[in-house]
């Protein structure tokens, strides 16, 4: 039993990481994520950052997934949701970008879901 708890404790974290990468992939992978790639260009929003504090992207968070930055889900998804939330402030709802912005949410919250075994 002990021997089990000791495996158990440390397959967790490596459990985290692959089932955040795999996540992270199909997001990345969806069509609407074109928009959230990269960190916005001050070339295409010269006043995106006068009005988006703390900036997020796909790529950052790829970036932090491999640094083990995501050492607990709530980390993850509030990276995520930042990401959302910012294309949503910045831009008007009629926008091509904040209908990505909810198409790729939609998308994320379902598979945020299965993982999680929620029905
Ligand atoms: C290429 O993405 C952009 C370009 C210009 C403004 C933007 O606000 N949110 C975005 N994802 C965005």
Redesign the pocket.
Do not use: K, L, T
């Given at each position: 039993p002990s021997q089990d708890k000791i495996k158990d404790t440390v397959m967790d974290p490596e459990y985290l990481y692959n089932t955040l990468k795999t996540l992270l992939q199909q997001v990345k992978l969806h069509p609407s994520a074109w928009?959230?790639q990269k960190p916005?260009?001050k070339s295409?929003?010269p006043d995106?950052y006068d009005h988006i504090l703390y900036p997020m992207d796909l790529k950052t968070m790829t970036e932090r997934l491999k640094n083990r930055y995501y050492c607990h889900k709530r980390l993850f998804i509030a990276d995520m949701t930042r990401i959302f939330m910012?294309?949503r402030s910045?831009?008007k709802p009629e926008t091509e970008?904040f209908k990505c912005a909810n198409t790729l949410e939609k998308f994320y919250t379902t598979k945020l879901k299965e993982i999680q075994g929620e029905k």
């Open positions: 928009p959230f916005v260009d295409e929003a995106y910012n294309c910045y831009n970008y």
